[in-house]
């Protein structure tokens, strides 16, 4: 399996407080990818990294933004939580090169109640 | 920009029959398409992957197919076993990075 960690596994909180969920590689791989994940939606991209300090937007960014301090970290965070940011969130690493296969981490349950 | 299309959504097949499921997409630029299997609570799980330069490829009882002039390529279980039950999902690059454009999912049932 590849080297990835996702905290908190699962949270539970309420509308309108920040969240954050951490995506933890130790692939040294270049890119890492958020991802949500709701039924009949299949698994859609929120942000991803192409490098320490850099980041872009996928197609469902709102209400979401991303820091990549080191190679290895990739955080998401709510800003202001809402109930329809409830999901279950994935994290996915590739190498450089293009077309590289992603892998994913276990996934975080979000609740926002 | 990219779309990728799904089909079935659910899908029953006895157990040692073979199940195939279909996508289409949208971006002839395309040209990396990778199919994902989940399991209930569970990641997922990358199981077959084909690029363009190819319209073929099989491991073990899995092959997936690519027809890149009617931009669709599909996923064959041949042999199906009651393990083969799970979500699978399409995948198609798009832009750059390594991005990939999902399917909607199957949901693949074997009946004993």
């Known amino acids: 399996d590849a080297g990835i960690t996702q905290s908190p596994r699962h949270k539970v909180t309420e509308t309108g407080t920040p969240v954050t969920l951490r995506c933890h590689q130790t692939?040294?791989?270049?890119?890492m990818y958020w991802y949500r994940q709701d039924p009949g939606h299949g698994l859609r991209l929120i942000h991803y990294?192409?490098?320490?300090?850099?980041?872009d937007k996928g197609e469902v960014s709102d209400g979401y933004s991303v820091s990549r301090s080191k190679t290895e970290d990739f955080l998401l965070t709510l800003e202001s939580a809402t109930s329809s940011q409830t999901s279950v969130y994935f994290c996915?690493?590739?190498?450089?090169?293009?077309?590289?296969?992603?892998?994913f981490g276990d996934g975080t349950r979000l609740s926002i109640l | 920009g990219e779309n990728v299309e799904q089909h079935p959504s659910t899908l029953s097949v006895q157990e040692g029959d073979s199940a195939v499921i279909k996508c289409t997409y949208s971006?002839?630029?395309?040209?990396?398409f990778p199919w994902y299997k989940q399991e209930l609570g569970k990641r997922p799980q990358l199981i077959i992957d084909i690029r363009s330069n190819v319209g073929e490829k099989k491991d073990q009882r899995i092959a997936v197919t690519l027809n890149k002039t009617a931009k669709h390529f599909s996923l064959h279980i041949t042999e199906t076993q009651p393990e083969d039950s799970a979500v699978y999902f399409c995948a198609a690059s798009y832009s750059s990075a390594s991005k990939i454009i999902f399917g909607s999912g199957t949901r693949l049932s074997i009946r004993p």
């Open positions: 971006d002839s630029a395309s040209n990396y």
């Open positions: 990294s192409y490098g320490v300090k850099d980041t």
């Open positions: 692939e040294n791989h270049r890119y």
């Open positions: 996915a690493i590739s190498g450089a090169g293009d077309n590289q296969p992603q892998h």
